[in-house]
C-alpha cells in the first residue's frame, strides 16, 4: 500500500486494488503537486463539505466516475449533481470491497458554497477511520481536540493518523500533539497547514511536541514511510 499526502488536506492511498482519494482540494491549493484533470481515483472519501475540501469532487468523480462516500447530508448533495455517492453517518462503519470505512466525530462546521446554489448545509463535519490490508489510517479532518479521540486510540490500532495544526479554523500545534497522546497512532503527519496566511505554522514546532509517536512532516506528494 502507498499512502501519500498531497497539500492542505489532500491525502492519496493507493491499494493493491484501488485508489482513494481523501479531501481532494487541488484547484486554488498553491501547495498541492497534483491536477484535478489527471486524477482517476475508484473512490472519493470527503470530511467535511467545506470548499476547502471537498475542492475538485464533482469534476473529478464525474470524469472517473468514482464512488464518493461522505457523511449524510452532503453525499444527498453531491448526489443532486450526478456523482455515484454512498451516505453514511458518524460512528457507522461499512464493508466495502477497498476496505472498511468509519467516520468520527470532528468538531467543526460543514457547508458548501457554490454560485449556483448559494450555501448550502452540508450535515456533520467528520473524521475517517480506514483499514484495508491490515493497516488503520486515521484521517481527522478538520477538528478541534476532543476528549474522546482517547476513545478512538483505545479502539483502533492507528498506524497512521493525519491531523490538522494550522490553528485558527481547527486544532494548533499544542492541541495535534495532545491528540496525539489521545489517538496513540504509529506515525502521525501534520496536515491543513501554510496553505492561507491564517493558518501558517511550522511543523517542525508540532514535532518537536509530539514525544509518542514518529512525526513524519511530508512534502506535497511524499509517501508516509510505513
Same mark, same amino acid.
Given at each position: 500500500?502507498?499512502?501519500?499526502?498531497?497539500?492542505?488536506?489532500?491525502?492519496?492511498?493507493?491499494?493493491?486494488?484501488?485508489?482513494?482519494?481523501?479531501?481532494?482540494?487541488?484547484?486554488?491549493?498553491?501547495?498541492?503537486?497534483?491536477?484535478?484533470?489527471?486524477?482517476?481515483?475508484?473512490?472519493?472519501?470527503?470530511?467535511?463539505?467545506?470548499?476547502?475540501?471537498?475542492?475538485?469532487?464533482?469534476?473529478?468523480?464525474?470524469?472517473?466516475?468514482?464512488?464518493?462516500?461522505?457523511?449524510?447530508?452532503? $453525499?444527498?448533495? &453531491?448526489? #443532486?449533481?450526478?456523482?455515484? *455517492?454512498?451516505?453514511?453517518?458518524?460512528?457507522? =462503519?461499512?464493508?466495502? /470491497?477497498?476496505?472498511?470505512?468509519?467516520?468520527?466525530?470532528?468538531?467543526?462546521?460543514?457547508?458548501?458554497?457554490?454560485?449556483?446554489?448559494?450555501?448550502?448545509?452540508?450535515?456533520?463535519? $467528520?473524521?475517517? &477511520?480506514? #483499514?484495508?490490508?491490515?493497516? *488503520?489510517?486515521?484521517?481527522?479532518?478538520?477538528? =478541534?481536540?476532543?476528549? /474522546?479521540?482517547?476513545?478512538?486510540?483505545?479502539?483502533?490500532?492507528?498506524?497512521?493518523?493525519?491531523?490538522?495544526?494550522?490553528?485558527?479554523?481547527?486544532?494548533?500545534?499544542?492541541?495535534? $500533539?495532545?491528540?496525539?497522546?489521545?489517538?496513540?497512532?504509529?506515525?502521525?503527519?501534520?496536515?491543513?497547514?501554510?496553505?492561507?496566511?491564517?493558518?501558517?505554522?511550522?511543523?517542525?514546532?508540532?514535532?518537536?511536541?509530539?514525544?509518542?509517536?514518529?512525526?513524519?512532516?511530508?512534502?506535497?506528494?511524499?509517501?508516509?514511510?510505513?
Amino acid at each position: 500500500m502507498q499512502i501519500s499526502y498531497h497539500g492542505h488536506s489532500v491525502v492519496k492511498i493507493k491499494t493493491n486494488t484501488h485508489t482513494i482519494l481523501i479531501d481532494p482540494f487541488i484547484t486554488g491549493n498553491g501547495l498541492t503537486d497534483l491536477t484535478a484533470s489527471e486524477e482517476k481515483p475508484d473512490v472519493i472519501l470527503l470530511t467535511h463539505g467545506h470548499n476547502d475540501h471537498v475542492g475538485d469532487t464533482i469534476e473529478i468523480a464525474k470524469q472517473s466516475n468514482a464512488l464518493v462516500v461522505a457523511p449524510f447530508e452532503l $453525499a444527498e448533495y &453531491l448526489g #443532486t449533481k450526478g456523482l455515484n *455517492t454512498h451516505e453514511m453517518g458518524l460512528g457507522g =462503519a461499512y464493508e466495502f /470491497d477497498f476496505g472498511q470505512v468509519k467516520f468520527t466525530q470532528a468538531f467543526h462546521s460543514s457547508s458548501f458554497t457554490s454560485n449556483e446554489d448559494g450555501t448550502i448545509y452540508t450535515g456533520m463535519p $467528520a473524521g475517517i &477511520l480506514f #483499514t484495508t490490508e491490515g493497516k *488503520t489510517i486515521y484521517h481527522a479532518g478538520d477538528t =478541534a481536540l476532543f476528549g /474522546d479521540m482517547q476513545l478512538i486510540g483505545q479502539r483502533n490500532n492507528i498506524d497512521v493518523a493525519f491531523l490538522p495544526i494550522g490553528d485558527n479554523f481547527t486544532m494548533g500545534p499544542k492541541d495535534a $500533539a495532545y491528540a496525539t497522546e489521545l489517538l496513540r497512532p504509529k506515525i502521525v503527519v501534520p496536515i491543513h497547514y501554510n496553505t492561507f496566511p491564517p493558518i501558517k505554522q511550522d511543523p517542525n514546532h508540532f514535532k518537536e511536541l509530539v514525544s509518542t509517536a514518529e512525526v513524519q512532516i511530508l512534502q506535497a506528494g511524499e509517501m508516509v514511510r510505513l
